[in-house]
T-cell receptor
């Protein structure tokens, strides 16, 4: 079984500054996906960024980027130029993929990090 | 884009009654859907995997008879909380995977259940 650990229950950052959220995971699988989801007060799960384990290049989506260290099983999220709308709970998640390349579809989530962006 | 709709968004029921929550994929077929439970300020915990045309697969510790899952069509999965108790009050959220091997997961809006 895999586990996902987010060791920062809460983080805060000033608007326009950069913040990094940490995530580590443990798995015996060789192929998998890692995700960061944002959950605002509405509780809607919003995909922020996705990383495929077999890709060495770190994923980037506008102001969001990851630092994926496969050997260390680390997957941190960097938010640049933080905006007030970034205030939310952020979850790191793991999804396994079988040998045929098909995902299992189910996600294992970390405990979450509450991010507050201050004006 | 793909949309997964959940209904109702909020429901209040009395102890001892049953309540049904629907998860519907609106523009794609989902052979597999997933049900999660989330307590306030906590993480999402997988309850079960809903398989179209077959029995659901429950995670360890989840009572099958209490949380009935039915996936009768390629676009609809339902979660029925039977004989609800106040401790079942929680946020329930479903997800769906496009097709049989898709690697993109779509979440519903979630459903707040309050048992009084």
């Amino acid at each position: 079984a895999q586990t996902v650990t987010q060791s920062q229950p809460e983080m805060s950052v000033q608007e326009a500054e950069t913040v990094t959220l940490s995530c580590t995971y443990d798995t015996s699988e060789n192929n998998y996906y890692l995700f960061w989801y944002k959950q605002p007060p509405s509780r809607q799960m919003i995909l922020v960024i996705r990383q495929e384990a077999y890709k060495q290049q770190n994923a980037t989506e506008n102001r969001f980027s990851v630092n994926f260290q496969k050997a260390a099983k680390s997957f941190s999220l960097k938010i640049s130029d933080s905006q007030l709308g970034d205030t939310a709970m952020y979850f790191c998640a793991f999804m396994g993929v079988n040998a045929g390349g098909t995902s299992y579809g189910k996600l294992t989530f970390g405990q979450g990090t509450i991010l507050t962006v201050h004006p | 884009g793909a949309v997964v709709s959940q209904h109702p968004s909020r429901v209040i029921c009395k102890s001892g009654t049953s309540v049904k929550i629907e998860c519907r994929s609106l523009d794609f077929q989902a052979t597999t859907m997933f049900w999660y439970r989330q307590f306030p300020k906590q993480s999402l915990m997988l309850m079960a995997t809903s398989n179209e045309g077959s029995k659901a697969t429950y995670e360890q510790g989840v009572e099958k008879d209490k949380f009935l899952i039915n996936h009768a069509s390629l676009t609809l999965s339902t979660l029925t909380v039977t004989s609800a108790h106040p401790e079942d009050s929680s946020f329930y959220i479903c997800s769906a995977r496009r097709g049989s091997g898709g690697n993109t997961i779509y979440f519903g809006e979630g459903s707040w259940l309050t048992v009084v």
